[in-house]
């Protein structure tokens, strides 16, 4: 007998929701996405995509879009914030972990994950209000009145989560005083160049990170922590705007290239920095949480649009072994598989360490194959792979 095909609701159309829309529909499950925003706004930001999330980027089909606009680093280099002596410096060739690093503006990436879904599949306008698990079904509420149904429900709806409010209880992200400012723009801009890495400034209290969004090196992005009065630290927002005059007296004695990034630098934006302590579970029945929804972290490793792409490739698998005759179960084997890894980087990023120095190993971390690393708890009989 043909198996019943899953049905899944995704709320949320960010990097990790529209990755799992990708690898779900691969795996041959009918899915929805859900978006609360009424179209999608270009965000001025750039964004890393270390191998370990390029590789699943590859699986999903957006790998040469991506190659042929974004700027592969030569290293991830860390320079002391005014000497410029150099931390640790990691060249990035692409035999090194069998997929390439690349830097590139946040909306390319975005665009290139909506390219490879059908149009009518993504929802927009519709922001979630509630839950209903009943009958081997959930029922999703939208605040314009409407409602639908889905076999299960994926929470892919970001830090400040409503699914993950809804099956493990309110709480408010962990803010530590610091935010970032950061902004994108044109390299002509610059009276000079930044060098072929993507790299790190460590002050004593705050760091710089930058690095070029495209290949033919037109556009040039950094993003900061720096520590920030208490009264900012509530609010979270992409588009929130911060002042050049305050960001450039923060990095006041930095090294003459950092100066002369922040010098060109026509307008900044500013965010404050959140994070959460691992959950204490990812789903409930048939309702699961994916990416900041369930280990927002700081971006300090550049890891949790990453990890969040990881996740889309291990749930599609899990649900591909368990899901037709136990979505519930297929949702604790994606958890059992997940959050170690996502608990040990949410650590590492909060304390700020990760290629401060040393020479510690980088192959857990960029090596992960989402695609093919045995899922533990899978029964041979169960297995896809
Ligand atoms: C300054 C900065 C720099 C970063 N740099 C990097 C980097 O270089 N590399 C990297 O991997 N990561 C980076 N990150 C982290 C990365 O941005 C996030 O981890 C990633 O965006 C998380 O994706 P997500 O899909 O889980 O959530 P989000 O991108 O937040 O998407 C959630 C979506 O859900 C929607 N939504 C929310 N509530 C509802 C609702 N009730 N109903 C319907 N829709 C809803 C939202 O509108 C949004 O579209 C950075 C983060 C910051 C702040």
Redesign the pocket.
């Known amino acids: 007998m043909a198996q019943k095909t899953l049905s899944l609701a995704i709320?949320?159309?960010?990097?990790?929701?529209?990755?799992a829309a990708a690898t779900l529909r691969q795996f041959g499950i009918d899915v929805n996405v859900?978006?609360?925003?009424p179209q999608f706004a270009r965000i001025g930001?750039?964004?890393?995509?270390?191998p370990n999330?390029s590789r699943v980027l590859r699986g999903i089909g957006v790998e040469q879009k991506l190659r042929d606009i974004s700027f592969q680093p030569y290293s991830h280099l860390n320079r002391v914030w005014d000497t410029g002596e150099i931390k640790r410096e990691l060249p990035m060739p692409e035999s090194l972990y069998g997929a390439p690093f690349m830097?590139m503006h946040?909306a390319d990436l975005h665009a290139a994950l909506y390219s490879v879904l059908p149009p009518d599949i993504v929802h927009l306008g519709?922001?979630?209000?509630g839950l209903d698990q009943a009958q081997s079904q959930v029922t999703l509420s939208?605040a314009d009145g409407t409602t639908t149904r889905a076999d299960a429900v994926i929470g892919?709806?970001?830090?400040?989560?409503?699914?993950r409010d809804l099956i493990i209880g309110p709480d408010a992200p962990l803010h530590k005083g610091r935010i970032?400012y950061?902004a994108v723009f044109d390299s002509s801009l610059m009276k000079g160049e930044i060098g072929p890495s993507r790299t790190k400034w460590w002050g004593p209290d705050r760091h710089i990170v930058m690095y070029y969004t495209r290949n033919d090196r037109s556009q040039v992005y950094f993003?900061t922590s720096v520590p920030e009065a208490s009264d900012w630290l509530t609010k979270e927002s992409w588009s929130a705007k911060g002042d050049v005059k305050e960001l450039r007296a923060a990095y006041e004695g930095f090294h003459p290239e950092v100066r002369m990034v922040l010098d060109a630098c026509p307008d900044c934006h500013k965010?404050a920095?959140l994070e959460r302590e691992p959950l204490p579970r990812w789903s409930d029945g048939r309702i699961a949480l994916?990416?900041?929804?369930c280990h927002?972290?700081t971006?300090y490793m550049?890891?949790?649009?990453?990890?969040?792409?990881e996740d889309a490739a291990v749930l599609a698998r899990c649900l591909k072994a368990l899901g037709n005759e136990d979505v519930e179960g297929s949702f604790r084997l994606y958890e059992a598989n997940r959050k170690p890894r996502t608990s040990r980087i949410q650590a590492i990023s909060s304390a700020n360490t990760w290629m401060s120095g040393g020479n510690d190993d980088t192959s857990w971390l960029y090596g992960y194959d989402a695609w093919n690393v045995p899922l533990i708890g899978l029964r041979e009989s169960e297995s896809i792979d």
Do not use: N
């Not at 930001?45 to 270390?50: S, T, V």
């Not at 550049?302 to 792409?309: D, F, S």
């Open positions: 709320v949320g159309a960010g990097m990790g929701g529209l990755a859900y978006e609360q925003a930001a750039g964004i890393q995509m270390l999330s830097c946040r519709k922001k979630l209000v939208f892919a709806d970001g830090v400040h989560s409503l699914v970032a950061r993003v965010w920095i994916l990416g900041d929804a927002p972290m971006p550049a890891q949790g649009a990453a990890t969040a792409i």
